[in-house]
């Protein structure tokens, strides 16, 4: 009799205190890891985990971020490799453009499988753009143009050789059955540089993004030909068609991801993974992403990082075939 009471007041105490203990522990000090100097698209993504983790009360803390400019994302995957592969506060922005520089070698000798890969919580995509009086209409109008006389396009992105506007260009040459490595790239310092060249008749292509070129594609200033998406894009790019539905098969996602360090611990990569899974269905998170011009992209835990992976072996294919 006795026996079986101590039993019960055992059970009562183990239920009572598992239930009392989460299964996992908030980080102490949230931070995210920008690679570059604020205002950038490193800086963005920290920032829109930052507010819509605090403000879907995934976090109690506020997270803070902090900067580390340098090899566009470089120094900071190498610093979280090389220092802070345990810490399971820290998650560091990335983008597509990580997984691109690292197929390239450009991050030195960590590659992807030196981090743990998070989530991605939104994207933008890939758009070719023409000026606003181009007699091009369709892709399928430019494609047949530029394989016809590709030594006359001369083709503007906001990036150098080998970059992501780059690569989508060389996309561009492919479909055209042109060597990317004959391509007349001209490299530009940004977007806005990209237009104005477009608007001024220096360029006959632009490779870009659909946020950043969107506003002017209805304001008549240039003419958005495809969008480099599986489907059709939302709101003001509703009628504008994709390469695939023009019979290219030509996708560019650039998504905006997150990682941590390689030693973390399961259970505090499990905490930033259930965290991200439950502030992505909040519409806290919806209004943040939509403020920041990022279309829905959202892949956490191992689909992510099956996806990071796929990224690089496919870059690393591009690459090679662009001679890079």
Known sequence: MIRNIAKLFAGAAFVSLAAMAPALAEPAKPECLAGAKPGGGFDLTCRLAANAL????????????TYMEGGVGAVAYNHVVGKRGKDGNLVSAASSGS?????QGKFGQPD???????GALGADYGVIVVAADSPYK??????EAYKADHAGFAVAGGGAVGSQDWMKGSLL???ASQDPKTMRYVALEGGGAVLTALEGGHVKVGSGDAAEMVKHHVAGKVRIL???????????????PTAREQGFDIDWPVWRGYYVGKDVSDADYDWWVQAFEAMA????????????GLFEFTLIGSAFDARVKQDVERFKVLAKEAGM
């Open 226 to 240: 495809a969008v480099m998406a599986p489907e059709r894009l939302p709101g003001d790019l509703a009628d504008v």
């Open 138 to 143: 369709t892709l399928k109008e430019l494609v």
């Open 99 to 103: 997984a691109l520089l690292i197929a």
């Open 112 to 118: 992807e499988n030196a981090v743990r890969w998070l």
């Open 281 to 292: 269905k909040t519409p806290e998170f919806a209004r943040e992403r939509d403020a920041r």
């Open 54 to 65: 605090l403000e879907s009360k995934q976090i109690a803390t506020p997270m803070t971020v």
């Open 173 to 175: 040459a492919k479909a």
